[in-house]
């Protein structure tokens, strides 16, 4: 699925719904592009990337999704968001403002974050030690994980993405990719089986 933030909203979301879109993957993965490409306009965008300095991150991120939701907004997560630690408030939040809650998931490509991470301005490099601790806690969300639906994000190869239904068992999500830290992918601890 490609096209705009209004095309994206209305074909997956529906009109009066609100929506809380989380955004999984590595850093240097694509997902803040993608944000602002594909949902931005659209939609509230709440990143711990603009309060780094703030002593509460979390609490922060929390209070802005709630006074956004409490507004009726569509909500954006944009963090790295790796396990149902991050996941289990935010679906919460949605659930008790009534909105659907949605995973993006962007497959990890270490090499292909290594490489974009590479390319950006000194500032806003991330330490190649805090890529692959995320890559060792990066699990793939699922319905079963408490989202109304995951879709899988890829680069489309000129520039743009390609935004997909993510199926449960293997379709969208499932990578071979492990360099040695276990299957990447895998399931969140404590999800039932299909």
Known sequence: MAGSSGALRAGIYGANVPVVAVLVG???????TFCQRMLGSGFVVVSKAHFRHARHPQRRQM???EEALSAGRDVVVDNTNPSPQEWAPLIDAA???????VAYWFPPDLAGSLQRNAARPDRARIPEVALRATLARLLRPRVRDGFDEVFAVEFDGSGGFIVRPAGEEGDGGESAYSEGNGPIGREAPGSPQA
Do not use: F, P
């Open 26 to 32: 590595l850093q240097a993965s694509g997902k803040t």
């Open 63 to 65: 209070h802005l999704v």
């Open 95 to 101: 659930r008790a403002h009534g909105a659907r809650v």
